[in-house]
């Protein structure tokens, strides 16, 4: 994660005026004892019996907390996590795979990493959750509910032309290939898909809508600037409610990190009322983490 491909984003933060701390205490921390002259520099979180290698006391100052895992129960360790409303906040996981962020304005925020593990773009899929906090609330500390990044396994090259997708859960997928631009970071265009179980659905600032399937893709934040966007049909596992409406909820930053947008998306019923799917005119633009909703018209 820390290589030098990481250079253009964070220029780009630095001068984005999102707030940027500085380096964590061991970067740059010499190896060994007192009595060695090494100028190495103790690899974060490598050595369980040399505590000066773990970053693990939260800040004297936070107001948000949350803890992330991979998919073997496993912390995720230094990996930049965004924290991203009208106002954007970014802090790396410690070595128990904990992230605090020391300041928060009144808002719905989207809490996401901000890169892919280990650099594998093609694998590890968008997942985030919405986070309301008021000022002045307090520590808000979602430690106990770790966030695990999904792994996609389901993947192909994008391909070129008209392309069509369906996943082993029954998510449906077609798109334009030659209208795809890829984002920072990966080099192939890769489409794979992973289902968000119940447990880890977002549950915060869903502004009264319920979700009823979940899925995260990868390659995360692709692109078409086509009204048509990504052409979705999602089955569902019971029929939505007579007269409830329904949409697909995305969450992204905008390029830069200077601002986070939490959008919904037109979706039409089956008359059956067993799936949903967007409206031929107009897609899901990106490929990010997409939640088909519900939501009871007393809930609006």
């Known amino acids: 994660m820390r290589s030098a491909a990481l250079a253009l984003p964070l220029a780009l933060l630095l001068g984005s005026g999102c707030i940027v701390l500085d380096d964590p205490d061991w970067v740059g921390q010499p190896a060994g004892d007192d009595d060695d002259d090494s100028t190495a520099a103790v690899e974060p979180c490598s050595d369980p019996d040399d505590p000066a290698s773990w970053l693990v006391e939260p800040p004297d100052e936070w107001v948000v907390a949350a803890k992330f895992l991979r ?40 809490l996401e990493p901000l890169f892919a593990l280990d650099q594998e773009f093609d694998r590890w899929a968008r997942s985030y959750d919405f986070v309301a906090y008021a000022e002045g609330q307090g520590e808000l500390d979602l430690t106990a509910t770790p966030y695990t990044i999904p792994l996609a396994e389901e993947i ?73 966007g990504f052409q979705v049909m999602a089955p569902l596992t019971e029929a939505v409610p007579e007269g409830n409406e329904v949409t697909w909820l995305i969450a992204h930053y905008d390029y830069g990190i200077v601002e986070g947008s939490f959008e919904a998306f037109p979706a039409e019923v089956a008359a059956d009322r067993m799936s949903i799917s967007t409206p ?16 009871a018209p007393e809930s609006r």
């Open 71 to 110: 998919p073997d129960g496993t912390d995720v360790q230094n990996l930049m996590i965004t924290l991203c409303a009208s106002s954007c906040y970014n802090e790396p996981t410690n070595c128990e795979g904990v992230v605090y962020f020391p300041v928060a304005g009144t808002g719905v925020y989207v």
């Open 156 to 228: 192909e090259p994008i391909g070129t032309g008209e392309q069509e997708r369906v996943f082993a859960s029954g998510l449906q997928v077609r798109f334009d290939a030659d209208a795809v631009t890829l984002p920072f970071g990966p080099e192939i265009g890769t489409l794979g898909a992973v289902e968000i179980p119940p447990e880890r659905f977002p549950t915060g600032g869903l502004r009264g809508w319920t979700p009823m399937r979940v899925w995260a893709l990868a390659v995360w934040e692709m692109e078409i600037d086509e009204p048509v």
């Open 280 to 295: 031929a005119a107009q897609g899901i633009p990106r490929s990010t983490m997409w939640i088909a909703a519900t939501r």
